[in-house]
């Protein structure tokens, strides 16, 4: 059984995991009508829906253990970005918010002496490190090609690949 406690910072946490899922659904859509490329776009949707599936982990465990995961209202995520670099500038801020998030439910379960969610917990722990890392190595690679233009074609050909080296 949850307590109160735990129960509200889970509900927050399914929407930090919504609202990171809408916000790289609007990345997705506005790199969708950039022209050529196609597989950032394809990114950011996949992101997006990793996102929906850590949201949808977190309402199944709440609902599980006897809690009620409240599905809440979202606010409206940037719908524009001046260049691809500001939009995984951007992502790389918003990992680093929720990991902060996700280290502060796992000081209040700790607190709380709730174990099971503590264990629980350690999936996205584990997760934040490796979405931090990818993120900064994206954010690295666009750094050292600049406005190279062959650099971004070659980006482009390759960042689906980079996700999967880290996993
Ligand atoms: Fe579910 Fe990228 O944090």
Redesign the pocket.
């Given at each position: 059984m949850l307590s109160n406690k735990v129960q509200a910072i889970l509900n927050e946490q399914i929407k930090?995991?919504a609202e990171?899922?809408q916000v790289?659904l609007a990345m997705a859509s506005w790199a969708e009508i950039q022209p050529g490329i196609d597989n950032i776009t394809s990114f950011f949707y996949q992101?997006s829906e990793?996102?929906r599936?850590?949201?949808l982990k977190l309402i199944h465990f709440v609902n599980e253990r006897g809690g009620f995961a409240t599905i809440p209202a979202l606010k409206q995520p940037q719908l524009t970005f001046p260049s691809i670099k500001h939009a995984f500038a951007a992502l790389l801020k918003?990992?680093i918010f929720?990991?902060q998030s996700?280290n502060n439910c796992v000081d209040l379960v700790l607190a709380e002496k709730d174990y099971a969610t503590h264990n629980f917990l350690q999936w996205?722990v584990a997760?934040?490190i490796e979405?931090e890392a990818l993120a900064r190595t994206i954010n690295d690679k666009l750094e050292l090609i600049g406005d190279d233009k062959s650099g971004m074609y070659m980006f482009d050909r390759d960042i689906l690949s980079i996700g999967i080296d880290k996993k």
């Open positions: 930090i995991e990171s899922s790289y992101h990793e996102e599936q850590h949201m918003h990992e929720v990991s996700i996205y997760e934040q979405e």
